[in-house]
């Protein structure tokens, strides 16, 4: 599932994320679930027709990704991998980082991460929509523990997956 909150210039993006690396961190084996976010630059395209056409809107490359994620086979609520990646290399991202605050509080730490203002062009309209954004985290949240979302590709455990539309 994917949500989409569009701003002047940026966006937040937020889908539910099941995943299992083949070449895992020491630690981290095995395979995650969650949901993940990311701040992303957007574009607007001209109408492709009247006045009245569709708009060709692009979610370009991401600034900022924060993965509320946890160990499939751990305890839920533990956010075990919950990490964030405070710069992007193009479409790669950079080095993971673990927070106290993210793990422990997840929800608010984002929050309060898009309400920070480090958007300087959108940072009144980001601060407004956090609360329905954290809302739709939270939601997206609730339904991975409750296996409607993030689930494995159908057949047996792959060793490597990426199901997700981030």
Same mark, same amino acid.
């Given at each position: ?9 940026? %966006?937040? $993006?937020?889908?539910? !994320?099941?995943?299992? &690396?083949?070449?895992?961190?020491? *630690? ?5 679930? *969650? ?5 992303? =630059? !957007? ?10 056409? @569709? ?10 990704? @924060? /993965? !509320? !994620?946890?160990? =499939? /086979?751990?305890?839920? %609520? ?10 992007? +290399? ?10 106290? *605050?993210?793990?422990?509080?997840? =929800? ?5 991460? $898009? +309400? /920070?203002?480090?958007?300087?062009? &959108?940072?009144?309209? #980001? ?21 409607? #979302?993030? @689930?494995?590709?159908? %057949? /047996? ?5 990426? =199901?997700?539309?981030?």
């Amino acid at each position: 599932m994917l949500y989409a909150f569009g701003f002047e210039r940026i %966006g937040v $993006l937020v889908s539910d !994320l099941y995943f299992v &690396d083949p070449n895992p961190r020491p *630690g981290q084996e095995g395979a995650e679930h *969650g949901v993940r976010l990311e701040v992303r =630059v !957007l574009g607007q395209g001209e109408p492709q027709g009247s006045i009245y056409s @569709a708009r060709p809107i692009e979610a370009g490359r991401p600034v900022w990704r @924060a /993965d !509320l !994620l946890e160990s =499939v /086979d751990g305890k839920p %609520g533990s956010f075990d991998r919950t990490h964030h990646h405070p710069a992007m +290399s193009g479409w790669e991202p950079g080095k993971r980082v673990f927070e106290k *605050g993210l793990s422990a509080a997840p =929800v608010r730490w984002v929050g309060e991460q $898009l +309400s /920070d203002g480090g958007y300087a062009a &959108d940072a009144e309209g #980001l601060r407004g929509a956090a609360g329905e954004i954290t809302t739709v985290v939270q939601h997206l949240l609730e339904r991975v523990r409750a296996g409607e #979302l993030a @689930a494995p590709p159908p %057949g /047996d455990q792959p060793e490597s997956a990426r =199901v997700s539309w981030l």
